[in-house]
């Protein structure tokens, strides 16, 4: 699953089941954390997607991957460990609810499924371009420049109903929102191919998906949507995820998020996250 289906953390997603732990079997074997808290004091066991790209997979590769080792190490954690589960409906109880992990390294703050820390970064939707198309300068979704062009967007996300709005959606592409990129490419992967080959003109996408991918093709502008400000919002804070009970366990990372929030924004700015602060204005460093 993609998009955090970026958007794991925004859209409503469907499927799946694992078998669950309970947590009697793993108070026998991890160890009990602070105030009695299910956290395992040596391993940072993560939950998380194993194919999710920028955000995580199962060789390591992803920010969120970096940044969990960074809160081992930072917390005296011996090792990071994962449960993989598709970043789909269940994803929580089949996972951090189930007690068989005490983290997600990414969650949109203020999702009623989990307990969030404080936010360690803020990001938008971004409108994707080829340069030298036209659309330079186009900032929002209602730009006259845009209301002829075919532009690509996720179903069932935020810029959706925004581009309704704007009229725009009569001659859009639509992407599937629940893709299992362990066997097809990414939304983000699939519009910039889309746009370099003439197939749409534009595209709206997760400000970190988007400019992961874009990375890769020095022929794409990445424009953050921050004077959006009719409809959806379009900028969101991302949070770690903990569980209800787990207090000592939030105020530890709360802590760490911190005292490390520019050794953070420096992991995500190399991963191209499109970084803003609450003023809507770019952090580059």
């Not at 998380?48 to 930072?74: H, W």
């Not at 030298?132 to 006259?144: H, N, Q, R, Y």
């Not at 983000?188 to 970190?208: C, F, H, N, R, T």
């Given at each position: 699953?993609?998009?955090r289906?970026a958007t794991?953390l925004i859209?409503?997603?469907a499927?799946?089941?694992a078998?669950?732990v309970?947590?009697?079997?793993?108070?026998?074997?991890a160890g009990?954390?602070?105030?009695g808290?299910?956290?395992d004091p040596d391993v940072?066991r993560?939950?998380?997607?194993p194919?999710?790209?920028?955000?995580?997979?199962?060789?390591g590769?992803g920010?969120?991957?970096?940044?969990?080792e960074?809160?081992a190490?930072?917390t005296g954690r011996?090792s990071?460990?994962y449960?993989?589960?598709?970043?789909?409906?269940?994803?929580?109880?089949?996972?951090?609810?189930?007690?068989?992990?005490?983290?997600?390294?990414?969650?949109a703050?203020?999702?009623?499924?989990?307990q969030?820390t404080?936010?360690y970064?803020?990001?938008?939707?971004?409108?994707?371009?080829?340069k030298g198309?036209?659309?330079?300068?186009?900032e929002?979704?209602?730009d006259?420049?845009?209301?002829?062009?075919?532009?690509g967007v996720?179903?069932?996300t935020?810029?959706?109903?925004?581009m309704a709005?704007?009229?725009l959606?009569?001659?859009?592409?639509?992407?599937?929102?629940?893709?299992?990129t362990?066997?097809t490419?990414?939304?983000?992967?699939?519009?910039?191919?889309?746009?370099?080959?003439?197939e749409?003109?534009?595209?709206v996408v997760w400000?970190?998906?988007?400019?992961?991918?874009a990375?890769?093709?020095?022929?794409?502008?990445?424009?953050p949507l921050?004077?959006d400000?009719?409809?959806?919002?379009?900028?969101?804070?991302i949070?770690?995820?903990?569980?209800?009970?787990?207090q000592?366990?939030?105020?530890?990372?709360?802590?760490?998020i911190?005292?490390?929030?520019a050794?953070?924004?420096?992991?995500?700015?190399?991963?191209?996250?499109p970084?803003?602060?609450e003023q809507d204005k770019?952090?580059?460093?």
């Amino acid at each position: 699953m993609t998009f955090r289906g970026a958007t794991k953390l925004i859209a409503s997603l469907a499927l799946s089941a694992a078998m669950a732990v309970p947590g009697s079997a793993f108070a026998q074997s991890a160890g009990v954390g602070a105030a009695g808290e299910l956290v395992d004091p040596d391993v940072l066991r993560v939950c998380a997607d194993p194919s999710n790209m920028p955000f995580t997979d199962q060789s390591g590769q992803g920010f969120e991957n970096k940044l969990a080792e960074l809160v081992a190490a930072k917390t005296g954690r011996k090792s990071v460990s994962y449960t993989w589960f598709p970043m789909v409906m269940g994803f929580v109880r089949n996972t951090l609810r189930a007690n068989r992990c005490d983290i997600i390294m990414g969650y949109a703050q203020g999702d009623e499924q989990v307990q969030n820390t404080n936010a360690y970064y803020r990001s938008a939707y971004v409108l994707m371009f080829k340069k030298g198309s036209g659309l330079e300068g186009v900032e929002t979704l209602e730009d006259p420049k845009l209301a002829d062009k075919r532009v690509g967007v996720v179903q069932s996300t935020p810029p959706a109903s925004n581009m309704a709005k704007a009229h725009l959606m009569k001659k859009a592409k639509v992407y599937g929102l629940m893709v299992d990129t362990r066997f097809t490419d990414s939304p983000a992967e699939l519009m910039i191919k889309d746009i370099m080959s003439g197939e749409i003109d534009a595209a709206v996408v997760w400000g970190p998906m988007g400019g992961y991918y874009a990375r890769s093709n020095p022929d794409i502008a990445v424009v953050p949507l921050i004077k959006d400000k009719a409809g959806s919002r379009m900028a969101y804070r991302i949070t770690m995820g903990v569980r209800p009970s787990d207090q000592e366990w939030k105020r530890t990372l709360n802590r760490l998020i911190k005292d490390n929030q520019a050794e953070i924004n420096t992991l995500l700015l190399g991963y191209g996250v499109p970084l803003i602060d609450e003023q809507d204005k770019p952090i580059t460093q």
